[in-house]
């Protein structure tokens, strides 16, 4: 899409937007920041559409690429839009402008360029070396996926994953849920990133280029089931490859998959998990997606758990922070972190656990536990590790 | 405004310590096939002054490196950044220049090319780190230069640049033709998108070789080349109380004696 078509198209989106002001209240920008309407969901889309309507001097474009980029892309906006208002699609034109200011040059944040750089260098964010990324595999004893290895589903580790050792941690729990069910499934020994920082940060020739290089891995092996652990390559998948390429290609979340197999008793939960926990919905599982259900059906499978929902839950869940290429900046108007909202939260409700389905909501809330000190009465869990946990006495 | 930015192409230095190799006898890095080759950070920074004074001025910028044919894959990258045209300087004759003959080798690309009012040099190598090549080219120019710039403007003529010192700035005011060494602090060098880059690789770049540029003899020579070893224990110390456990410290670090 060339500038023009973009600017267009930005301009188009924004000038439906009626001004209501609806959407600020749910925008998690406004939790964190002084507050000014500038600063959160369609304050940022409307700053943008003025800079673009009549051109504005650079100091002004960088102030604005602030704004911009500190968006969580959590969707929250949009719903609200969309239940309350004129359904007015703000990330859309988020997007866009992030793919503008990209090829502007005014765009990412200064720290978002090397996740950046590593993508096109080396296929992650994390500057892993491809050599470096295979070692996490040594010693888990799962094939490389392949129609020979007769495996039904690819398990798609994504880069968190491999990078950090907690989430290794996750990933490894779900591995031996999936051999405890006898789930024939493999991954790819020359796995890249699924193309979603590239998508979120606004550069989009590269994530073309990632797409169409893991499509043709696809199907050259044979896909046919793909199986995430993070929720965001799940989106990628689902929503940013394109659909007549991704045919005959069935894409889940692994929470989807655990239920499936718990409904089908490939996987009994026979352990009891006397804990008061609350789950926090990722936001690229739920409001992106409208997965509410399957991780909850999961969870209430778990004899003696106990669940208490958040005040904040399902479609108005609010993001750990984590989102739109946040993992990789930090901003200066922010006051606060989003997770540590959370964890007050989960500490209001007296959760000994918050269970969530994503390596960055969980990255962030541990630290929010950390920082908000509260690392003696609550701890931050993956669903697969409570899974896990709740089947251990089997066989 | 005709502005020349050297830049050096090498080892990605974000790679894991443990992926950096050398040859010890041949006394030079090794390049593993899975490490990628990068622009010296410090030089895209200098690009990135270039390209903050063509914003507001009209200017044509030149990139000139010293390197291996693969430097013609960062050249291409500084085009993508804004950057007009680049030349490889580059033969098997160079390969073993030190800063003196980098220094002296640049010059002489920069004379032939004859037309620059600024010169623009990173503050030092991103591998080496000498930083002698900036001040070694313009002393062969017999030109003014200025180090450790934070900040250039360029009016009437002249250049006026602000350097970062240990306890501040100081602001040097030079005559056009010139030379300036840019630090870090000038700011973070500008992404190019990849298509930029992508339509970038279809430009030429010319090689200018030992028969445009004559070699130069180095003038220093490294004697040996090795990776320092580490080696790093830890011990907790233990303790009843948080006061216990200081004065444990303080015992063992005297004992050590480190206090």
Redesign the interface.
């Known amino acids: 899409m060339s500038q023009e078509e973009l600017k267009q198209d930005i301009l188009d989106v924004v000038t439906n937007c009626v001004k209501c002001r609806f959407c600020l209240a749910v925008c998690p920008l406004l939790d964190i920041t002084k507050g000014w309407q500038g600063q959160g969901a369609s304050g940022i889309t409307l700053a943008i559409y003025t800079a673009l309507k009549w051109e504005v001097e650079r100091e002004y474009k960088e102030a604005l690429r602030d704004l911009l980029f500190s968006c969580t892309t959590c969707r929250n906006c949009v719903v609200r839009c969309q239940e309350t208002s004129v359904g007015v699609d703000l990330l859309d034109a988020i997007d866009k402008s992030r793919q503008f200011f990209v090829e502007e040059m005014y765009g990412p944040m200064p720290q978002q360029k090397k996740p950046l750089e590593f993508l096109e260098r080396y296929g992650n964010p994390y500057g892993m070396l491809p050599s470096e990324r295979k070692e996490w595999m040594k010693g888990l004893g799962v094939p490389d996926y392949s129609e020979a290895t007769a495996a039904e589903v690819l398990l798609y580790i994504g880069c968190t994953a491999t990078h950090d050792p907690r989430i290794a941690d996750v990933a490894r729990a779900l591995i031996q849920l999936l051999k405890a069910a006898q789930v024939k499934f493999g991954i790819l020994e020359d796995e890249t990133c699924c193309a979603c920082p590239t998508f979120r940060l606004g550069e989009q020739f590269l994530a073309e280029e990632i797409v169409q290089e893991n499509i043709s891995k696809f199907k050259s092996r044979g896909v046919k089931h793909i199986v995430t652990l993070s929720p965001h390559c799940f989106d990628t998948f689902l929503n940013n490859y394109p659909k007549s390429e991704m045919q005959g290609i069935k894409v889940q979340h692994y929470s989807q998959l655990l239920r499936d197999l718990i409904k089908q008793g490939r996987l009994v939960l026979k352990s009891k998990v006397e804990k008061k926990v609350t789950y926090h919905d990722p936001c690229y599982l739920g409001r992106h997606n409208d997965i509410y259900e399957a991780p909850r059906e999961v969870l209430g499978s778990i004899p003696g758990i106990k669940l208490v929902e958040f005040n904040r839950c399902k479609a108005d869940s609010l993001c750990c922070g984590g989102g739109g290429g946040r993992m990789w900046a930090d901003f200066e108007a922010e006051e606060e972190r989003l997770a540590n909202i959370r964890v007050r939260e989960a500490i209001s409700l007296g959760a000994e656990v918050i269970v969530t389905a994503c390596p960055f909501c969980l990255i962030n809330m541990e630290d929010g536990v950390k920082s908000v000190g509260v690392e003696d009465s609550l701890k931050v869990i993956d669903i697969a590790e409570l899974i896990l946990s709740a089947i251990e006495e089997q066989g | 405004m005709k502005i020349a930015v050297c830049v050096r192409e090498i080892l ?1 230095p ?3 310590s443990k ?1 950096f190799k050398i040859d010890a006898e041949a006394k030079r890095a090794i390049k ?1 096939p ?3 080759l ?1 622009i010296s950070d410090y030089d895209a920074r200098a690009l990135e002054a270039a390209l903050r004074i063509k ?1 507001s001025l009209e200017s044509e910028i030149t990139v000139m490196s010293l390197g291996a044919e693969s430097a013609k894959d960062i050249i291409r990258r500084c085009i993508a ?2 950057a007009d045209e680049g030349i490889l300087v580059s033969d098997p004759a160079f390969d073993d220049s030190d800063s003196f003959a980098t220094a002296c080798v640049l010059a002489e690309a920069i004379k032939k090319q004859n037309n620059f009012d600024l010169i623009l040099c990173g503050i030092q190598e991103g591998d080496w780190d000498s930083g002698q090549v900036g001040s070694g080219v313009a002393e062969l120019l017999g030109i003014p230069s200025v180090t450790r710039a934070g900040n250039i403007e360029v009016n009437d003529g002249k250049v006026v640049v602000e350097r970062v010192v240990t306890d501040g700035r100081e602001t040097v005011e030079m005559l056009l033709p010139a030379l300036v060494t840019v630090s870090s602090e000038i700011g ?1 060098p ?9 339509e970038a690789a279809k430009k030429e770049i010319p090689t200018w070789t030992a028969a445009d540029i004559a070699p130069a003899i180095p003038r220093s020579e490294i004697v040996s080349l090795f990776i320092p070893s580490r080696e790093a224990e830890c011990e907790f110390i233990a303790g009843e109380s948080p006061e216990e456990m200081g004065s444990n410290l303080a015992l063992k670090l005297r004992e050590a004696k480190a206090i």
């Not at chain 2, 992404?191 to 930029?196: E, Q």
Request: without cysteine; proline residues 9%; charged residues 45%.
């Open positions: 990605d974000e790679i894991p992926a593993l899975e490490v990628e990068v914003d950044m804004g973070e500008r992404y190019p998108s990849i298509r930029r880059v992508r």
